[in-house]
C-alpha cells in the first residue's frame, strides 16, 4: 500500500507508533530495549481502551520478556480493532473514503481498484466492502533491538543464564508474542544472539514455506550484510530484509563507514542482490536438511530498503526506481507529525526551531557511538546544571548500557556517577601530567555522557501525563541533520502526502540534495578525524585515513556520472549539483594528510 516506512526512534519517539498509522497500512517499529517503559505504556492504553491489565512486577523471574510479549499482544490486538473499524468506516463514510485515497501513492494499484469501482459507479457497500477485505492489511509492527545492548543480569550477585540477557530476553518476548511480523537487529553481529533465534520455530519456514516471523538486518555496507546474512542462513535463518542507512545522515546512533557513500552502496546492493540471495538459500536449505526442516522449493523473499536523510518526494521517487529497493524509510521527519510519533510539547518545539547548526554529531551516548542529537534538549540542561555543581553523572535507574566492567564485573554506565566519581579522581590524581587546556578535554570526555535510558523514554511520560519518577534527566532526542529542513509540525496526511510530492510542508527552499548532504558530513567528520589522531598519529591510523580519502573521491566520482548520464531524475538542479560535487572534491583533495601525519609523528 505504502513505498515507505517509519524506523525505530529512540526508545519512547515510536514506542506507540503502530497504535497512530498501522491502521492506514503505515509499517512502523517499536523499541523493545525498555521493558520499564514498555510497562507503564501496557497499563497506559489497557486503561484507555478499557481492556484488562495486570502488572508484571521487575521482581518476576522473567518479568522483561513477559512485559515485551505482553504489550505486543495488546498493540497486535488493539491493531486488529482499529484496522476492523477503519474498514467498516470506508465503506459507510464517502469523505473517508477521499481522505483515506488522498493518502495513497498515485502509482498504488489498491487506489487505482478503489478509483475504478467509484469511476463505474459501483459505490454499493457490499462490492466496496469485498474489496477493501481483499485488498487492505493494517502496517507490519515490528520490533528493534540493538544486538549489543545485551547487559549481562544477575540475582543477589549471581549471574543469570545467558537467555536472560537484556538483548536475549528482549527477543523471547518477541518470540513468544502473537505478532506475524519482523525483528530489525541493529548494531552489528552479536553471535551469541544470533544463535539464540534457533530456539524459535516462528523464525523458520513452515511446510508452505512461510515465515510467521521475520529478521532484518540495519546495515551499512554489502560486507557487512553478507558476512550477517550468511551467518543466519548457515542456522537455517532467512534474512528477509536488508534495512540500508546512511552511515552519518541518520538518526540516533551513527555507525560511519570508511568513507563509503550511500549512492555507491546502494548501486553495490542492487547489482549483487541474487548474489545475497542465492548464497544465504543454499546455507540455509543445508541447515534446514540438518534440522529435519522442510526446505523451501525456491528461495525466499529478500527485500532491500533504505532510510536516511530523504526529505523529498523527488529523492523517495529516485531511491524506489533507480536502486529498485522496496522502501524508503522516512524517520526524521515523522518527529514533527503528533499523529504518528511521542514526543513532548517542549521538545518538539525545540525540534521546529533547529536549524543546521543546532543539530550536531555528539559523543553523549555511553556506547562510545557518535550519536546524532539537537543542541538545548532539556536533558542537556539537566547535565550541565550537575556539573556546573561539581554533581557530574546519572543516579543509572535502568542499567541497560552499563556495559563497562573496568570497575565492576556486574558493569557500570559511563553515564553514571559512580563511573564518573572514580574517572575523575583517576584524572585529579594525575592532574599535574596535563596542561590546563588538556585537562579540560579530558574531563569534558568523561563528564559529556548523558543517561539516554531516561532521557530517550521520558518524551512519552510527559506527552501521556506520567508521572516520571527519580532524578530529573529530562528528555534526549536523537533527529538526523534532515530536521533542519522541517520547521513545522503538520498532520500525518499532510506528510504522506509530501512523501508522494502532492504536497510540499518545506519552506526551506535551499536544502541541499541527500547525496550532496551526506557528503559534505562525510568531509566534516573526515576533518574531525585528521585532527582527533593528531595527539597520538601511528601509520595504521594514517592507511586507514588515505583510504577513507580515496573511497570519498571514488564516491564523488560515482555521483558525478550518476547524475550527468544515469539519472533523468533531478534534471532541474542537475548542475547545482554538479558544481557542489567538484566545489567538495577540489574541498577534499585539498587535504594533504602526508606533511601533516608526518609533522605529527616526527614530533
Known amino acids: 500500500m505504502h513505498s515507505f516506512h517509519i524506523p525505530v526512534m529512540g526508545t519512547a519517539f515510536t514506542i506507540d507508533s503502530p497504535l497512530r498509522v498501522a491502521k492506514y497500512g503505515i509499517s512502523s517499529v517499536i523499541s523493545i530495549i525498555d521493558d520499564e517503559l514498555i510497562e507503564k505504556m501496557n497499563a497506559f492504553y489497557s486503561k484507555k481502551f478499557n481492556l484488562p491489565y495486570k ?26 480493532d482499529k484496522f476492523e473499524s477503519f474498514k467498516k468506516e470506508l465503506t459507510e463514510s464517502k469523505t473517508a473514503l477521499e481522505n483515506y485515497l488522498s493518502i495513497l501513492p498515485n502509482h498504488s494499484e489498491i487506489k487505482q481498484g478503489f478509483q475504478n469501482l467509484l469511476d463505474n459507479g459501483a459505490d454499493a457497500k457490499e462490492k466496496l466492502s469485498t474489496y477493501i477485505e481483499n485488498h487492505l492489511s493494517p502496517g507490519s509492527i515490528d520490533v ?59 523464525f523458520f519456514p513452515d511446510a508452505s514455506g512461510k515465515l510467521k516471523k521475520k529478521i532484518i538486518l540495519k546495515v551499512s555496507d554489502f560486507r557487512s550484510a553478507s558476512i550477517q546474512g550468511n551467518y543466519l542462513a548457515k542456522k537455517g535463518l532467512w534474512v528477509s530484509e536488508y534495512r540500508i542507512e546512511s552511515g552519518l545522515n541518520c538518526g540516533g546512533h551513527a555507525f560511519a563507514t570508511d568513507g563509503h557513500l550511500l549512492g555507491p552502496i546502494l548501486e553495490e546492493f542492487n547489482q549483487k542482490k541474487d548474489e545475497l540471495v542465492q548464497s544465504a538459500h543454499q546455507l540455509m536449505s543445508k541447515a534446514l536438511e540438518q534440522k529435519e526442516i522442510p526446505v523451501p522449493q525456491k528461495p525466499l523473499d529478500l527485500k532491500i530498503t533504505v532510510q536516511g536523510g530523504v526529505g523529498t518526494a523527488e529523492e523517495h521517487n529516485f531511491l524506489l526506481e533507480h536502486y529498485k529497493v522496496s522502501s524508503v524509510g522516512w524517520g526524521t521527519p515523522f518527529l514533527l507529525v503528533p499523529e504518528a510519533t511521542s514526543v513532548d510539547i517542549e521538545t518538539r518545539k525545540l525540534l521546529v526551531k533547529a536549524k543546521e547548526k543546532d543539530l550536531y554529531l555528539s559523543h553523549i551516548s555511553p556506547l562510545g557511538i557518535p550519536f546524532n542529537t539537537v543542541r538545548g534538549t532539556t536533558n542537556e540542561q539537566l547535565k550541565e546544571k550537575r556539573i556546573a555543581e561539581n554533581k557530574s553523572g546519572s543516579s543509572c535507574p535502568k542499567k541497560f548500557l552499563a556495559l563497562s566492567k573496568e570497575y565492576d564485573e556486574k558493569g557500570i554506565c559511563s553515564a553514571s556517577k559512580k563511573f564518573q566519581d572514580i574517572k575523575l579522581k583517576e584524572l585529579e590524581d594525575k592532574k599535574d601530567n596535563f596542561s590546563q587546556e588538556v585537562l579540560e578535554k579530558k574531563k569534558n570526555k568523561i563528564t559529556e555522557k548523558a543517561c539516554l535510558c531516561v532521557g530517550l523514554g521520558n518524551a512519552s511520560f510527559l506527552e501521556n501525563d506520567i508521572r516520571i519518577k527519580g532524578q530529573a534527566q529530562g528528555v534526549a532526542i536523537c533527529p538526523g541533520p534532515n530536521m533542519a529542513y522541517f520547521s513545522k509540525v503538520v498532520s500525518l496526511s499532510k506528510m504522506i502526502q509530501h512523501i508522494y510530492g502532492k504536497i510540499s510542508v518545506m519552506e ?13 558530513i562525510y568531509l566534516d567528520y573526515f576533518k574531525n578525524e585528521i585532527e582527533e589522531f593528531m595527539d597520538e598519529p601511528s601509520t595504521k591510523q594514517k592507511k586507514k585515513l588515505e583510504k577513507f580519502k580515496l573511497n570519498l573521491l571514488d564516491g564523488i566520482s560515482y555521483y558525478q556520472e550518476l547524475f550527468t548520464n544515469k539519472t533523468n531524475l533531478f534534471q532541474q538542479s542537475k548542475n547545482q549539483l554538479l558544481g557542489e560535487l567538484e566545489e567538495l572534491k577540489d574541498s577534499l583533495t585539498g587535504i594533504n594528510l602526508e606533511p601533516k601525519v608526518s609533522r605529527a609523528i616526527s614530533t
Not at 64 to 69: E, S, V
Not at 144 to 164: H, S, T
Not at 509 to 518: G, H, I
Open 55 to 80: 502488572e508484571i512486577p521487575k521482581k518476576n523471574p522473567d518479568s522483561r520478556a513477559a512485559r515485551i510479549t505482553s504489550y505486543l499482544d495488546l498493540v497486535n490486538n488493539i491493531v486488529q
Open 144 to 202: 528493534n533491538i540493538m544486538a549489543k545492548i545485551d547487559k549481562d543480569n544477575f540475582a543477589k550477585n549471581e549471574q543469570l543464564p545467558v537467555e536472560f540477557n537484556d538483548a536475549h530476553a528482549a527477543l523471547r518476548g518477541f518470540a513468544n508474542s502473537k505478532l506475524s511480523s519482523s525483528i530489525v537487529l541493529s548494531a552489528g553481529l552479536n553471535p551469541r544472539l544470533y544463535s539464540y533465534f534457533e530456539n524459535f520455530k516462528d
Open 508 to 520: 526551506m527552499p535551499n536544502r541541499p540534495n541527500m547525496f550532496v548532504k551526506e557528503l559534505k
